[in-house]
């Protein structure tokens, strides 16, 4: 699977979401580690390890502008 780029209406880049080991990670425009989800489990944590909610909720751990 191949980094899917998230931008805003304007064509800002927001983010990244790209594959790590058998999970998925979300970074922000700068690189900076949001979230990951693992499918296994079906569960979205934050970069501190918090339970967001169950399901790929990764898009959520991005800012809206």
Known sequence: MADQELRD??????????????????RNASGMIRGTY????????????????RGNLLATLLPRF
């Open 9 to 26: 209406r304007s064509g800002k880049l927001l983010g990244k979401i790209r594959p790590s080991g058998s999970k998925l990670e979300i």
């Open 38 to 53: 693992d499918p296994m489990r079906d569960e979205t944590r934050d970069s501190s390890g918090r339970l967001i909610g």
